[in-house]
């Protein structure tokens, strides 16, 4: 720390940095990549807000934290006050503050960042949650008084946990049935331990478990029970948010060899089923020594790192576009980069190569330019003739993005979905086409982030709750 | 915990029964679904057909042969011991119509998949001509069973100490020889459904097989299972495990059998190194 940062001329204070394991040994284990901050470090970094009349850093914010509200508190070291103030808005801070892309969220807009670098909010939400998690000092939320409904949530992933949340306090029942042996959606199978270590999600599950909400465990709606049969036995309303869980694959010879996984395959294996710990768990995960892995989003990176951790030589990163369109949050690309992946970008995979016992050896990719803007607005990347060329490799991860799983809306009536297969619900209620049936998250809107999902939780539990009192 | 209230060996020990309380799952499960198991915290999902159910008793029935870790680990579980998890019913159940003469193919422990589908069959009025085979007479499996759920079994083994001396194949092709046959269903290893079906196919007849690829979450949001039916990717955990047996990939999938064979090794000689 220099001397500079001590004196107490504000405006002179630095964001208060994140210590961080070291890329070169991070890069072979699974812990967490940050290592937090100390109530110290907190405290400046508080000190740095200007705690704004008109706080635009709120505008960036998907459910609205009082962002200044909660950084007077922690530069006061009122730590338990800060937590129940980001809990008011936010019920999963310590995931947040941890994944929420806050540099075109909050921290895009803090004005600090106009001329310097943004106050470090998600740092700071991180912090606090982190704190109440070891110390468990805030009174819990209060429970209104039982109102003898009773709610079905199908999902357990961000929107899920969000509706169950809101609706256990407001007086409601609240049960909720998730396919998978574990809970949190994508947040435990999908994003890495060293991302968003899984305790830290299933401590808040447990939160939820222990304000009265049920968790029931390996439910696939749709299979073991239907949504008709949920209101049969007495759920008032459903809340379906079951996430975009179906992967895209590219459809390019060679791609059922042995060592091409899905992204969601892929990743699964690692977080759910610790395959990285194998053989102490007995789920395998093919370890690559030349990984390669396509696609350039969040989820890219967190399989081109992980592929990193499970002992790969290379792990590269290969993307259509330009490293302008690159989708994944500047951190990740920046911690990927750190810990040795590389991009190949304006390549496009042509064809699989295997050996004999069906094995991947070698990708064939085609170089692109750079055409007309396309739908997106994004610059459409066109084949340059001829310039074939490949790529050594034993393990490709496919990531270029999800679709919706029909397994549930396909053996659900009366839902209406869009041409992509995912569920039309209203955006300011949540309330799809089927009476007394809501939806929100990654089912609605396609791949999203785990705070608008939250926040589609949120509109959709205050849609549910006023149905539950008032009518639909 | 999903509780085993009723285990059997069969075939020298080598398959094992067992029956679970999962009154959810009983009550739903139809011919040709499945369910996936976990045996405890560190263990991996499995996929098994529900070989019967009773839904009155809210118990369903498994049959598995034990070839590594995980299945030995099922074979430790005891009466009133249980699965961590059991998650189903999964898959696209049997298309059952009466199309008049049907024979099911069965060989190893696809006999115990190729039960509930035998008696459904037959219960929607067809004709049902039964064949199963095993390798050695002691390693037969529910003959009494398929006798009951068929109109004639044909018994088979590769070294002739018990019915017929030879092959499965051997007494279909006698069967087709005589006509009339409108579907086969072959369910088994998969070099045993790849030689059917390129038997009936020469003869024109329908034939369904039943997929057993590497499976995750069994509920299509992996792409772990896929399989290449009809020159297109299917994913057998929601498409199928049930696909016409004319258009199935059988080399690759073969081949993506032994993805993890490696591992599979070390995993499971690991396990018997810690259980001697
Ligand atoms: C690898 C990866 C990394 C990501 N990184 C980030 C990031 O850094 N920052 C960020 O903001 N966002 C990130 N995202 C996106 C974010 O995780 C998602 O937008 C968010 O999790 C969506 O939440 P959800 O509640 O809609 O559904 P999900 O989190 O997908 O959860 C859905 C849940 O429903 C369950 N389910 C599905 N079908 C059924 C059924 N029929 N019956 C019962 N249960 C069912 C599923 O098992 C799952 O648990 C990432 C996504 C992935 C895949
Ligand atoms: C839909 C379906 C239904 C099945 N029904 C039955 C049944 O009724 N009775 C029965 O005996 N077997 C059945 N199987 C096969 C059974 O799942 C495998 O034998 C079992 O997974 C072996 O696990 P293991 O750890 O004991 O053996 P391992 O040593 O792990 O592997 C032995 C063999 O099993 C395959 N295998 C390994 N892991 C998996 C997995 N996660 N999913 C699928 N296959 C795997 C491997 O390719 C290998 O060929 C079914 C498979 C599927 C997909
Ligand atoms: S929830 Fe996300 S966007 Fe909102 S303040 Fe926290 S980190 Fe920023
Ligand atoms: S915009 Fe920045 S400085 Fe202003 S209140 Fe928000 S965080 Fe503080
Ligand atoms: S097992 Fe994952 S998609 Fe079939």
Known sequence: MTQAAQKPKKEKIPRQPMPEQAPDVRARNFDEVPIGQSPEAAIKEAERCLQCKKPVCIQGCPVEVDIPGFIALVKQGDFSGAISKVWEKNTLPAVCGRVCPQEIQCEGKCIVGKKGEPVAIGNLERFVADHERKNRNAPLPEKAASTGKKVAVVGSGPSGLTVAGDLILKGHEVSIFEAFHKPGGVLVYGIPEFRLPKDIVFSEVAGLEALGVKVAFNTVVGRTVSLEELFEQGFDAVFLGVGAGLPTFLNVPGENLIGIYSANEYLTRSNLMKAYRFPEYDTPIIRGKNVITLGAGNVAMDAARTALRLGAESSRIVYRRSRQEVPARGAEVHHAEEEGVEFFFLTAPTRFIGNEKARLTGMEGLRMELGEPDDSGRRRPLPIQDSEFELECDLVIIAVGAGANPLLTRSTEGLELNKWGYIVADEETGKTTRQRVWAGGDIVTGSATVILAMGAGRVAADSMHKYLTLGW | ?276
């Open chain 2, 1 to 276: 915990m999903f509780k085993i209230v009723n285990r059997e060996e069969m075939a020298e020990g080598t398959v094992v029964l067992n029956e679970i309380e999962a009154p959810l799952i009983s009550r739903k499960a139809k011919p040709g679904q499945f369910v996936i198991l976990k045996v405890n915290e560190t263990g991996e999902r499995i996929p098994l057909t529900m070989a019967d159910t009773d839904p009155e008793k809210g118990t369903i029935t498994i049959i598995y042969m034990v070839v590594g870790k995980s299945t030995a680990l099922f074979k430790a579980l005891k009466v009133g011991e249980g699965y961590q998890d059991v998650i189903g019913p999964l898959g696209t159940p049997t298309h059952l119509e009466k199309v008049g003469k049907v024979v099911c193919v069965g060989g190893g422990t696809g006999v115990a998949v190729l039960h509930p589908i035998t008696r459904a069959l037959k219960g929607v009025g067809n004709e049902v001509i039964c064949i199963i085979g095993a390798r050695t007479r002691d390693l037969l499996i529910l003959e009494d069973q398929m006798k009951a759920a068929s109109h004639d079994l044909r018994v088979c083994t590769d070294d002739g100490s018990y019915g017929h001396h030879g092959f499965v194949t051997d007494v279909l092709k006698e069967i087709l020889e005589e006509g009339g046959v409108k579907l086969v269903v072959a369910i088994g290893p998969v070099p045993m459904m790849k030689f059917v079906s390129k038997m009936t196919r020469d003869y024109n007849v329908k034939t369904m097989v039943s997929l057993n690829p590497i499976m995750i979450d069994g509920t299509g949001m992996c792409g772990g299972c896929r399989v290449s039916v009809g020159g297109k990717t299917k994913f057998a955990c929601v498409d199928g495990p049930e696909f016409d047996g004319h258009q199935v990939d059988y080399d690759e999938l073969m081949a993506r059998l032994q993805a993890y064979a490696e591992e599979e090794k070390e995993s499971y000689d690991e396990h018997c190194a810690l259980t001697q």
